[in-house]
Structures are given as C-alpha cells and as structure tokens.
C-alpha cells in the first residue's frame, strides 16, 4: 500500500493539514502536497480508467508527463476535467472525481473492453466500423459517442477570468532547475534582460531529489543562492507556476502562468498568457524517464522509478512499502537507495544489462539490496493494484523463473531530454547511441529573422544528464544566449559539481528481450490511449512505415499527453518491426503547446461584450427603444425589425412592408459603405473597378454599380454618385465598406500606383436615413429648406441643401421600387435628423422598418443582394445583369475572366423568379431536382433558391432562385425537396413580381 | 508568427499587424492575353522551399502594402520593400545572394 512516511517530504508543511474529496471521499493532506502525492499519502493508488480498455491506472509520474492520473476537477462554473494530479497543488476544499468510467471506478462495466482486446486491435476503427452502412447511425454512431472524450464537458459558462501579457526580453531562460537558474544567471551577469520561467511552484527542478554538491556545499545551496542572486537583479524577472507553452517564429514564445489554481478564493485571473518575443531564448527543459515495456506495466503501483523517489522525498510518501525495481541505467539505483534509507523494503533490483551497474550499484548492494542482473520482469499480476512480478531472463521470451509478492515496481528504461521547445519552430534532432536518446543538434537550431539560431539549450534538455555536465553545458548556453543577444557576458567559470561516474545504459525497448505475443500484448506503450507493443508492430506488419502513419493508425501518442513517455519507445519499437535503426524512423512532428493550456487562458479578455467590437449607428438607441429586434451585420446591429405589443416578429414585418408600400417607412441606412474616391483619374479608376462606365456619369447624378473580382464573380454592387469632376462618393454594401475599401487601396498601390486618386472611407462621418413611400415627398416638403420636387430632383439626381434646419445631402435613389429619398446627415445630426422626420411623419402615416422589411421590398422588385443571390461563384451575366456591363471598357477587373469557357458556359444557373402554386413560402436554399442521378448515387439538380419570402403586398410567397435555362423556361414548375422529406412545387415566373414599370418610384 | 519591418512606416511588425497577400510580382494579364497568360495569371504560383518574394499589408498599420524576401524554410528574412516596383530591386537580389549564392526564383537570379 501507498502511505505517508513519517520522514522525508521536503515541500511540504506538516504542521498542517487541508481538506478535500476524491470521488467524494473526504481526504486529508498537507500544503505543499500535489493532488497525486496526497492521493498517494491516502493509498487512493488507484485514479482512474484508461480510454479504450477501461483498465484500471494508477500514478505513474510525478509531473507534466503524468498519462494517468488525470481528474474532473471544481464544481459547477469551475469545473474543468483532465486536470493533471501530479501538477495540481493540493489547497484546502480541492474537490476531485476521477474520469472515464461507469458507473463507478472501481466497478466498471466499459472494463469488458479489455476482454475483447482482442477485438479491438490498431486501427479498429477504420477496420469495424465500416459495413454495414446502415448501422452505423443506430450501432456504431452511438457506441463511439459513448465512448468517446476523457472527462465530462462543463456544463456551466467558466466563472474565472484570464489575461493576455504582452512583453520583451533579451534572454528568455524557459525552465527554472539547476541549469535554467545558471544559464539566467550567466546571461543576466552580461546586462541582457532576462526572463525565467518555471512550470512549477519551485525552483531547482530535480536536483535537491538527486542530490550532489555544488562548489563543496549540497545542491539546495548552490539554489538558493542563485535564485537570490537573480531576484537582487534589475534586469531579471522570475515568474514559477509558468510554463514555456510553444516557440514559434522570430522569437515568439508563449507562456502559460496559473495565477490562481492553487488559490481558488484569490482575486484576479485564474491564468495569465504571456506573449513573449524573446532576441534569445534558453530550453533548460530537463529530461523524462522512459518506461519499460513489460506485460502489465500499467498495474496501478507501476510507476517511472525518479517519480516515486520524488514522491519520498518532495512529499514524505511510500508509493508501496515492498518494492521491486526494474532497470537498464544507474539512475534507477539513486531510487533503490533513497527507498532504502527511508525505511523501505526493496526486494530485488533487476537490471536488464548482463554487466550490471557501477558505483551506484555498489552503493544499492552495500545496502543489503539484492541485485539480479540479465533479469527482467516477464509480468506484473495484479489488477487494481500490484501484487506480484514474475522474473525472467532479459534474453528470452518470458519463461517465468521466479515468482515475488509486492505492492509497487519502479521502473527505469533511460532519460529521454525534453526537446519539444527546440522543435517546434524547426530545430533539428540527433540520436544519440550511448544513452539512447534523441537529443537538439546544435548545428540545425530554429532560426530567427536574420537566418541565425534563436534557441540554445542547457543541461539535462540537451543530453547532459549529470549536474556536473549540465551546469557547465548551462553557463555556455548563458553566454552563448547574450552574445547572440547583442551582450558581452563576464569571464567566469562554471561552478564545480560532484559526478557520481555511472555505467553506460543499454537499450531496452521490450522486456524481455524476445517477449511473446501474450506478454507483448499486455505491454503499455501509450498509457493514456491504450497503445500496447503488439499494436506497433501489428501496423508496421499492415504496412504502416512512417511513423508518422503508425502514429495516426494506432493512435500511439495522441492523448492529451501527447506521448511524453510512449514516444520514443514505440518508435523502438517501430524501427525493430522495420528492421531500420531508431534515427533512420524518426520522431513525430512536436506541436505546442507542451502540456494543454486552458481555452480561457487562449481568449484571454476577449469574451462576453469584449469578443469583438459593436458598431452602432447614431439611431441605436432609438432603435432599441422603439422595439428593434437586432440583426447582426458584419459587426453592425441593425434592427431586423420594430415590434410593437402584441406582436410577432414575422408581424412586425408584414406590418412594416405594406406600411411602406402604402404610407410612409424609415429606414436607417447609416450602415451602407460610403467611400470617397477623389483625384485626377478617379473616373478611370472606378472604370476599372466597376463593370459599367463611371466616367461618363455627370456631376449631380448617381448610377448603379457592380463590382466584380478579378475572377470575375460579383463582390459587391451599390450607387455611385458623382461629387465633382475629381470626386466620387462609392455606396457599398453593409458589410463591404471596409474590404472594398481595402479591394480598392491593393489596387491603386500595387497596380496603378502612378494614377492620382485618394480613397476615404466616410462611412460612419454620416448618418444616412431613407424616406420611403407614397408620402415620402410630402414629409419632406413639410420639413421643407430645399426643392425635392420631380422636376429639380429626378430619379437618380442628388443634391445638397437643407431639409428642416438640417445640412443634408439627398439622393433620389430606391432599393424599394417606392418613392424613395436616401438622405445623409453629419453623424452628430443622425439621431435629431431621424426623431425630426419620424415627428413630421406622423400625419403620413409613418413607421420605421428594418432589414427583413428591406429585404422584401427588394425582393418584390427583384433586386439583387449581394450574399443571398450571390455566392461568390456568381457572376453579373447569371443575374440578368448584362445592362450593367459596359460593351465599351477595354478593361475592368473581372472582364478578361468572363470571357473564360467556364464563364460564358450557356449551362450557367440564371435568375428568375420562382412563385409555389399554393402561394406557400419555398425554403431557402432548397434544391430543383432534375431527372437521374449522379455519379454518387444523388439526385440531379437544376437550379436552387437564393432568396425567399412571404410577400404581404401579394399576399404569397415569393422567391428568387439560380435555374438551368431559367430564363427561357417561364411557367414550367420545378420540384423542391425540403430536409423534411417534403416537396414543394414552384413556377418559374419573371423575377420582378412588382410594379415591374417602376411607375411607384418614378413619380 | 513572423515580424517584418514595414519599408513605409519603419515599425518592425508582428504578424498580427499584417496581412498576407501571396506572391509578389505578378504580371496582370487583362482582356486580349491568351488563356493560358490569363490562367497562369490568376492560378499558377511559386510554392518554394525556400527563397520566396510575397506581398503583406501592414493593415492595422499604416495601409500600405509591401514586399517581403524571405527563406520559407528557414523563416530568414532577406529585406523589405516598397511594393511600388515590378521586380525586386538590386540590393535585395544583393542580400539573398550572399545568404543564398546561386538561388533563383521564377526568371529572377
């Protein structure tokens, strides 16, 4: 069993003791503790289920590369799952439920899985789930879903808050061990800035737990005083609790720091993302001990052998009280006799290599341990928790030679660096043979702007396991990183460190050596994902050769670990199932973030009312308390419609659009893109930019315009009204005013960079309000201050002047087919200019309107809007357009496209309009079918619906669609299929369904 | 995420600030080019590892569009220029030239 020890436990305060639950059950554990040593202190060995074969898993690690012992954590709005138990800091109140099973952990009825192992080998997906086709919605859909995720989703909004930093530095040191803390040192003595971080809450790393001394005095010396050498200078920032999340290009690195998880009353936010552009940057990563591959590796009380001496030593507690050890490195004997000093039972050493061990080794025996080697454990028997090991021969296939009881096995299989950091933005790695490990080549590091290498790493990250080697590799990454950073550092010498000498490694990637398949089966690659031995090799036999593919086939490494322990040992594996050596196979690509990162902590403050701007017109709050119900438009917020008491959206539409057709509308237009395009050839250019001729248009007059991409498809219409000889005020869209504007700046500086034209985008200097109906006249000649009259301000004609004390420019223009003045105001007069005509209007019978009126009214007319006619696979010509489309330009962007086959294919879709023959309302987007079928077994199409509408002025519904041959098929029906399985009929009519002479609008 | 200095305002930009705008130093082929000219125009780009030209907009910036040499490998970058130009000019084909001795690109050396 698992317990607390009456000695030891460096962190933690023993003077006190904090509350929490686990499953419910109430605990206790000192502060200092991590949620997995307080779980370990209480014999809670067993934590949680793995994903695929729901066996039962215990802690196996004791920091960032922990694949087990993950947990739902908090409660209601702070509750967050795969919370890491070996990087949570116990605090008082920690409520904590372990994941992945049903309906209890320790009665699981998912753990029939792993009697069917059998059937579900690599790539069970790809190979089960295929056929029948017709269970898969019923049969296999639902069984994925089940099984599917680690955790259980939030079910409430997160109730902390997060930040987003942003900051500079010379020198960021990522990693606050005995190498991190001496390569800041060295680089800050040089002046540089330098930034520390530390993903954990202390600093030192693992050196106090391996010991050593350090210029004659203990290591925890050495720490101490470098860490308050740094804190006394200006020039240096330590942050713990932050972890160097992802390197990316130039210098740019992230930073994820938990403020408050070990806090959870404090104020402030929950975690803080820091954005870093760093001139250099340090990895002093360290290292992460591999496991060895043995059947049963995964018995809760399995754990990497340096976890559970950091478990005695950090938090005073026995991960089992009789221990057996298994190894191919002298590392795992610095375990044996820190367990042994602490009062523990080890009872057998087992190191793989023939030869045995050295020093250590000779320590570990002086000790009374018994060593075996050329032995290794054939398997573990034990299900939620060890009980036993068989012994075997290292070179054989498994024959059991020996039988031993205990309660936990250490395991050791070598050190692999943690180089993540160096490769995500393109270091390059080497294998190195002698401690068989990949590790950063120096001659191929990420590289910055100026073509040179912006990454160094230092100590047991860069393969310099011993902390003699580490500290003299960390204060010449130190100096290397200031020179680079334009630095001189100071003459010095790396301080002096005890080397304990050990004996080499030797590779083992399986356990025994020539393991059969019943063992290699029950062999855990990837704790987390449930990858075993057999299932490498099965995907390298099925023709999986890139590890990359194995990857992906097996899902080897893809849990939220992102293979930290099973990578390098299944791509062992891999390279011996291929007959390759380890470097010729690789590594996977490594991708930030190195562990995962809250989603909250990535918006940082952008959520709620801060995600993205509003913009609101000088009229909102008219708007809004006048009943607008609110259309998102771009980031505009339109009214949709006004409604009154008593009344449904869809009521306050109808209601708006005969009011308009039969009295008087307002319509707030303030939205419509308003570009000012001024300059000596700015009738040439906008000749260029719309398909018909604006250079002939006469100052006073408007014109409609379309625009088209040089692809030819339609990107934006709207009235162009001329100004003055040099000037042109372009009406776009409402949500095309700033990438037109923008469409417009690529072009006159890439392209047509000597034409002398300036574009201003005006669209918020102005308020723009339509007056739309049969009185709309009358209430401006009411107001009065300017001739509006039929004569003096035709049909397409604007003028400037004054209507009601206000200064306004009017534009006799119609989206409606109404009567209609669109009048512009200084944006400060917006909201007095509109209260001024809806008091005006109120003996005519006038009534504001929105968009879904305005969208009617159009439709009525068969007029275009952008995005609904069009798709950007639309061109002018599929709209009936041509008479927008000059015959006379040489040129306009889009011309040379649509002379294209594609473009001027007689097949293309054309507008018409399209009416059901119950007066019902098509749904939008439906297709016609045609007969047949294609190639994929659906049914043929024949056209489809852009836009569609109940129209109250015909009282039925109305639609426009796209249509083979449309155009030449008046009155033939089509046939509709809904989602629901219904059809409806529909004929091909004339898409202006109203006042098609335009009489209405022309009086 | 890259930083490039904008040759009109002088800010050396992070990424954010800009806009990518593809590949720099297109020929516009108009009404008359052949199809294939007009094809190539819109559709055919360089995909180099390696010493690539682009156009970027230091759009929440000051407006103005750029061009950018840089290595797509490695992520150097080369030099910056003001977009207002139909080839690179000498003292950027100068700089690749002695990081990168022999590149080409398209028909520029």
Redo the contacts between chains.
């Keep these: 069993m698992s317990k607390r020890l009456p000695t030891h436990g460096r962190l933690i305060d023993r003077s006190k003791r904090i509350g929490f639950t686990f499953n419910g059950k109430p605990l206790a554990g000192h502060p200092g503790d991590t949620l997995a040593s307080a779980l370990l202190a209480n014999d809670q060995m067993m934590v949680g289920r793995s994903f695929k074969y729901h066996r039962p898993r215990g802690v196996v690690a004791s920091g960032a590369e922990e694949p087990n012992a993950l947990v739902n954590m908090g409660q209601g709005a702070q509750f967050e799952p795969n919370q890491r138990a070996t990087t949570t800091e116990l605090f008082d109140g920690l409520v904590s439920r372990s994941q992945n099973h049903w309906p209890s952990l320790e009665f699981d009825l998912g753990g029939i899985n792993k009697h069917l192992s059998r059937f579900l080998p690599a790539g069970f997906y790809y190979k089960m789930f295929m056929y029948p086709r017709a269970f898969w919605k019923h049969v296999y859909e639902p069984f994925i879903r089940q099984s599917a995720g680690l955790g259980q989703a939030p079910r409430d909004r997160d109730g902390d808050t997060y930040e987003h930093f942003n900051t500079f530095t010379e020198v960021l040191v990522i990693g606050g061990g005995v190498a991190g803390l001496q390569a800041a040192r060295t680089a800050a003595q040089s002046g540089a800035r330098v930034l520390v971080m530390e993903q954990t809450a202390d600093w030192g790393g693992r050196a106090p737990v391996d010991g050593g001394t350090v210029d004659g005095a203990p290591v925890e010396r050495f720490i101490e005083q470098t860490l308050a050498e740094l804190q006394a200078m200006d020039n240096v920032t330590l942050r713990s609790r932050c972890m160097g999340a992802g390197v990316?290009?130039?210098g740019?690195v992230l930073g994820y720091e938990r403020l408050t998880d070990h806090l959870p009353m404090a104020e402030g936010p929950r975690h803080r993302l820091w954005r870093v552009?760093a001139k250099q940057v340090i990895t002093a990563t360290g290292a992460i001990e591999r496991p060895l591959s043995f059947a049963g590796n995964d018995v809760p009380g399995v754990m990497l052998a340096a976890a559970m001496r950091d478990y005695v030593v950090n938090y005073g507690v026995a991960p089992g009280q009789r221990i057996v050890i298994a190894t191919n490195n002298d590392d795992a004997y610095r375990t044996a006799i820190c367990l042994k000093e602490a009062g523990l039972d080890v009872l057998r050493i087992l190191d793989a290599r023939n030869s045995g061990g050295g020093t250590l080794m000779n320590r570990a025996r002086a000790l009374g341990i018994r060593i075996d080697c050329g032995r290794a454990i054939a398997k573990v028997g034990g299900g939620k928790r060890v009980k036993k090991v068989q012994i075997c021969a290292q070179d054989g296939v498994g024959g059991a030679l020996e039988e031993i009881a205990c309660d936990a096995v250490a395991m050791s299989g070598g050190w692999s660096p943690v180089v993540h950091l160096w490769s995500h933005?393109?270091g390059k790695l080497i294998w190195d043979a002698d401690q068989a490990h990949f590790r950063p080549d120096p001659d191929r590091p990420p590289?910055?702007?100026?073509?040179a290498g912006f990454v160094t790493v230092a100590g047991s990250a860069n393969g310099e396991l011993s902390l003699d080697a580490a500290l003299k590799d960390a204060t010449e990454a130190g100096k290397s990183a200031a020179v680079a950073a334009g630095f001189k550092p100071r003459r010095g010498k790396a301080p002096n460190a005890t080397a304990t000498p050990e004996a080499a490694l030797e590779p083992v990637w399986l356990m025994p050596r020539e393991a059969h398949v019943g063992l290699r089966s029950k062999s855990w690659l990837d704790f987390q994902n449930d990858v075993k031995v057999s299932d490498v090799q099965l995907a390298a036999r099925e023709g999986f050769e890139s590890v990359e593919h194995t990857k992906r086939y097996t899902t080897l490494g893809m849990a939220t670990d992102q293979g930290k322990l099973s990578n390098i040992n299944g791509l062992a594996i891999l390279s011996d199932a291929l007959g390759q050596p380890i470097p010729a196979t690789g590594t996977t690509t490594f991708r930030p973030p190195y562990t995962p990162i809250s989603m909250g902590a990535i918006g940082g403050e952008a959520r709620g009312d801060v995600f993205q701007p509003i913009r609101r017109t000088p009229m909102y709050d008219w708007h809004a308390a006048h009943g607008a119900d609110w259309e998102p438009v771009g980031q505009w917020r339109r009214p949709y419609a006004y409604v009154q008491s008593g009344e449904t959206v869809h009521d306050a539409v109808m209601r708006e659009v005969t009011n308009t057709r039969q009295n008087l509308g307002l319509l707030d237009a303030s939205t419509l893109g308003k570009l000012i395009v001024k300059g000596p050839d700015a009738g040439r250019f906008l000749d260029m930019l719309y398909t018909n001729m604006m250079s002939t248009l006469k100052p006073g007059r408007c014109r409609y315009g379309l625009m088209c991409s040089?692809?030819g498809f339609l990107i934006d219409d709207g009235v162009v009204a001329r100004i003055d000889d040099d000037t042109f005020l372009c009406h776009t869209t409402t949500g095309g005013a700033e990438h037109i504007h923008?469409h417009m700046?690529?072009w006159l500086?890439?392209?047509w960079?000597d034409w002398q034209v300036y574009v201003a985008n005006a669209t918020e200097q102005y308020a723009q309000i339509a007056v739309v109906g049969p009185n709309a006249r009358k209430v401006l000649e009411k107001l009065g201050g300017m001739d509006i009259s039929r004569d003096t301000l035709p049909f397409m004609a604007w003028a400037d002047g004054q209507i009601g004390g206000f200064d306004c420019r009017v534009y006799r223009i119609s989206f409606s087919g109404e009567l209609s003045y669109e009048i512009a105001v200084p944006a400060s007069q917006g909201l007095a200019f509109w209260t001024a005509l809806h008091a005006a209007g109120q003996e005519f019978g006038v009534m504001p309107y929105g968009t879904e009126c305005l969208h009617i009214l159009r439709a009525e007319k068969g007029f275009i809007m952008i995005g609904d006619e069009t798709d950007g696979t639309v061109i002018p010509q599929d709209l009936g357009l041509d008479w927008a489309i000059s015959k006379k330009k040489?040129?306009y962007l889009g011309?040379?496209?649509q002379?294209?086959s594609h473009m001027t294919d007689p097949t293309r879709w054309k507008l018409v309009g399209l009416q059901t023959e119950d007066g019902s309302v098509l749904p939008d987007g439906a297709y016609a079918v045609a007969e047949g079928r294609n190639a994929n077994g659906q049914r043929n199409t024949q056209g489809r619906v852009t836009s569609t509408y109940h129209s109250p002025t015909l009282g039925k519904g109305i639609a426009m669609g796209l249509v083979l041959d449309g155009p030449d098929r008046m009155g033939e029906v089509l046939e509709f299929p809904d989602t629901e399985g219904k059809s409806h009929s529909a004929k091909i009519v004339d898409p202006v369904f109203f006042d098609k002479d335009g009489e209405k609008q022309n009086v | 995420m890259l930083t490039l200095q904008c040759p009109y305002c002088g800010v050396a930009a992070d990424e954010t600030e800009l806009s990518a705008g593809g590949e720099a130093h297109l020929k516009r082929f108009g009404p008359g080019s052949s199809e294939e000219e007009f094809h190539d125009y819109l559709f055919t780009r360089e995909n180099p590892r390696g010493v690539h030209f682009e156009r970027w907009r230091h759009s929440h910036g000051c407006g103005k569009w750029f061009h950018a040499a840089r290595d797509t490998q490695t992520l150097e970058v080369f030099g910056t220029y003001k977009a207002q130009t139909t080839e690179p000019p000498k003292d950027i084909r100068d700089a690749i030239t002695a990081k990168r001795p022999g590149w080409t690109w398209r028909d520029v050396a």
Excluded at chain 1, 447 to 451: E, F, I, N, R, V
């Design positions: 990316y290009d130039h740019y552009r933005c393109g590289t910055g702007a100026d073509g040089e692809n923008a700046e690529e500086q890439t392209e960079w040489d040129d011309k040379r496209a002379a294209r």
